[in-house]
């Protein structure tokens, strides 16, 4: 699987950004993907998530209410759109993705993800107060 992300930048807090992950590679009808982030210092974390079929996304608590994720079929490609952004959600974000059954979304998102060998390269989101 071959990912692209972008959509990374500067905002003020309160503000909106949209992220997006370009995805093609896929060898199973049946994948997860989702977005991860990474602030200085801390270990990864998973943040969204979604899959094939009629499942519902995984949001972490942090994010429910502020971010959305949705796919783009037409063009492979997910978004992560992030309002009301927040000082602490300022990291490195990135997108990876598994051939996986969307019965192991959650986690995946969770703590699955850290075997995961395909990841989009990452893109800086920065809050400021």
């Known amino acids: 699987v071959q990912l692209q992300a972008s959509g990374g930048g500067l905002v003020q807090s309160g503000g909106s950004l949209r992220l997006s992950c370009v995805a093609s590679?896929?060898?199973?009808?049946?994948?997860?993907i989702g977005w991860f982030r990474q602030a200085p210092g801390k270990e990864r974390e998973g943040v969204s998530c979604?899959?094939?079929?009629?499942?519902?996304?995984y949001y972490r608590d942090s994010v429910k209410g502020r971010f959305t994720i949705s796919r783009d079929n037409a063009k492979n490609t997910v978004y992560l759109q992030m309002d009301n952004l927040k000082p602490e959600d300022t990291a490195v974000y990135y997108c990876?993705?598994?051939?996986?059954?969307?019965?192991?979304?959650?986690?995946?998102?969770?703590?699955?993800?850290?075997?995961?060998?395909?990841w989009g390269q990452g893109t800086l989101v920065t809050v400021s107060s």
């Open positions: 590679g896929f060898t199973q009808d049946s994948y997860v």
């Open positions: 990876s993705a598994e051939d996986l059954s969307p019965g192991y979304l959650v986690s995946w998102c969770i703590n699955g993800w850290k075997d995961s060998p395909s």
């Open positions: 979604l899959s094939t079929g009629d499942y519902s996304p």
